[in-house]
């Protein structure tokens, strides 16, 4: 089954590609040909998720599943949250500059406590209408942000958060135990169970 998962970013490409293994065949936006900056005006993740599927559906009529993905701190209240992309502003994803600010704004509080939050915004089109069948799907994983950035692998957030049971950052656990445990992995998982049974 061919499907488009609304991103160009390669990592998240990578990532989910390796998750979903050959069940089905995952085309970026660079493949069907789409350029735009597809716009994420939503308040929620759901609501920025469900955006970017709706615009390409609608302009290209495929079945596809868009993410919104947020670090979420505690002490912070629930900041970076939907803008942790762009959490130290500008327009690229600056991984570095948005670690720096993070640490700085948490500072010697004693309240680390993280979660990471994917949301993934499914639009699968049955071929025969103009009106998909729209689900959503939620994975969180729990964790706590360190000190100190620790790990050369992963993206985003990686390097300074742990997930709960591991004393490891993502970016020093390695993708392969990443995408077992990720909150991405845990969405997608429900993303496939339910389009093993719809497709």
Excluded: W
């Amino acid at each position: 089954m061919k499907i488009v998962f609304a991103t160009n970013n390669k990592n998240k490409l990578a990532e989910i590609r390796n998750i979903l293994g050959g069940h089905f065949d995952i085309v970026s936006l660079k493949d069907i040909g789409c350029d735009t900056d597809i716009p994420e005006t939503g308040n929620t993740l759901e609501e920025n998720a469900m955006q970017k599927a709706r615009y390409i559906f609608d302009n290209y009529g495929l079945s596809v599943f868009a993410d919104d993905t947020g670090l979420e701190v505690e002490a912070l209240g629930g900041a970076p949250g939907i803008y942790s992309a762009r959490y130290a502003g500008g327009e690229g994803h600056d991984s570095e500059a948005n670690m720096a600010k993070l640490l700085h704004e948490l500072g010697e509080n004693n309240n680390r406590k993280a979660r990471f939050r994917t949301v993934i915004a499914l639009l699968l089109s049955d071929g025969n209408t103009q009106k998909p069948t729209e689900k959503l799907f939620e994975g969180i994983v729990n964790g706590s942000i360190i000190k100190e950035k620790r790990g050369g692998e992963g993206f985003g957030y990686d390097p300074i958060f742990t997930p709960e049971g591991y004393d490891k950052t993502f970016a020093e656990l390695g993708l392969d135990i990443k995408n077992r445990i990720s909150h991405r992995a845990k969405a997608v998982e429900k993303l496939v169970e339910y389009l093993s049974k719809n497709s």
